[in-house]
């Protein structure tokens, strides 16, 4: 089963600003939830790179007995721009306290 949205879900203040926060371990359904907020204006992405699962797959079994996963969909923004590796931030960080000081500066800034 395939899912496409041909709209974007239109917020009441698209102003807000939203600050995804990503690491290594950020993957599979947590990354088509940030997938799902990027092309929005005043989003930013802190952090580490996902782990790089934001594809759909499919188990097919063979006629020796064999299976085979197959990936068959891969996730896309609102604007239909593909991720089949990872999501890279806009800002990296590996020290959670500065992590949090720069997310906190951003979300303050005019």
Known sequence: VFASATEPIELFDSEIKVAVIIDSQTASAGEA????????????VFGERSCGLSTGNTLFELSNGGKFNLT???????????????????????DANGLQTRV?????ED
């Open 104 to 108: 906190e500066e951003w979300l303050m």
């Open 72 to 94: 068959t969909a891969i996730m896309a923004d609102r604007n239909q721009n593909p991720f089949r590796e990872n999501i890279i931030p806009d800002e990296s960080f590996t």
């Open 33 to 44: 939830i940030a997938i799902s907020f990027l092309g929005r204006p005043n989003i930013r």
